[in-house]
T-cell receptor, first 115, second 115 residues
Framework: AAGVIQSPRHLIKEKRETATLKCYPIPRHDTVYWYQQGPGQDPQFLISFYEKMQSDKGSIPDRFSAQQFSDYHSELNMSSLELGDSALYFC??????????????FGPGTRLTVT | AQTVTQSQPEMSVQEAETVTLSCTYDTSESDYYLFWYKQPPSRQMILVIRQEAYKQQNATENRFSVNFQKAAKSFSLKISDSQLGDAAMYFCAYRRGGTASKLTFGTGTRLQVTL
């Protein structure tokens, strides 16, 4: 079965640079979530989109922005990168409405290293 | 705000034995879901088991089962016949009902499986 695809899998950037992370949800999934997992920490919710509209926002820095496109893929844009942004960034997808398919399926993550 | 607490940073179990991981949560919602996710060294987030709050029956998936005590807001995971492949970080997670709801994770329990 198709899974959530994230690209790139690994990314190395320098301080103050910009990074773009991409997420391709499971086909027919209309909701995308972004989570950030720092070293030794639990995943923290950043932002989510349902039917191409932002549905919820967590502890996402103002330097970060995201959107969901007409084909339901999503991009997380991160500017003025700081050392503390180094983390594993997960994208998850689901069907937005509650029901048997309410589960969030996680992608493999993008490991961002800021030097 | 919803909170999820895992009070056991690390647990150890011998192969073929049984282990129980604890999780408590706090919410004022009546419609919610609870999950256990496994994160092996690959860092992939893998759904182990889910429980709907409106269901009284405890969920079971092969060797994995939960003890859901709604009044006590407790949601423990029991792993029977532990295998070396069960060694991982386990996260308890909460999601309220409704469209496109985020996951809130506990801090995780690292499970070691010994011979």
């Amino acid at each position: 079965a198709a899974g959530v695809i994230q690209s790139p899998r690994h990314l190395i950037k320098e301080k103050r640079e910009t990074a773009t992370l991409k997420c391709y949800p499971i086909p027919r999934h209309d909701t995308v979530y972004w989570y950030q997992q720092g070293p030794g920490q639990d995943p923290q919710f950043l932002i989510s989109f349902y039917e191409k509209m932002q549905s919820d926002k967590g502890s996402i820095p103002d330097r970060f922005s995201a959107q969901q496109f007409s084909d339901y893929h999503s991009e997380l844009n991160m500017s003025s990168l700081e050392l503390g942004d180094s983390a594993l960034y997960f994208c998850a997808s689901s069907l937005g409405v509650a029901g048997p398919t309410y589960e969030q399926y996680f992608g493999p993550g993008t490991r961002l290293t800021v030097t | 705000a919803q909170t999820v607490t895992q009070s056991q940073p690390e647990m150890s179990v011998q192969e073929a034995e049984t282990v129980t991981l604890s999780c408590t949560y706090d919410t004022s919602e009546s419609d919610y879901y609870l999950f256990w996710y496994k994160q092996p060294p690959s860092r992939q987030m893998i759904l182990v088991i889910r429980q709907e709050a409106y269901k009284q029956q405890n969920a079971t998936e092969n060797r994995f089962s939960v003890n859901f005590q709604k009044a006590a807001k407790s949601f423990s995971l029991k792993i029977s016949d532990s295998q070396l492949g069960d060694a991982a970080m386990y996260f308890c997670a909460y999601r309220r009902g409704g469209t496109a709801s985020k996951l809130t994770f506990g801090t995780g329990t690292r499970l070691q499986v010994t011979l």
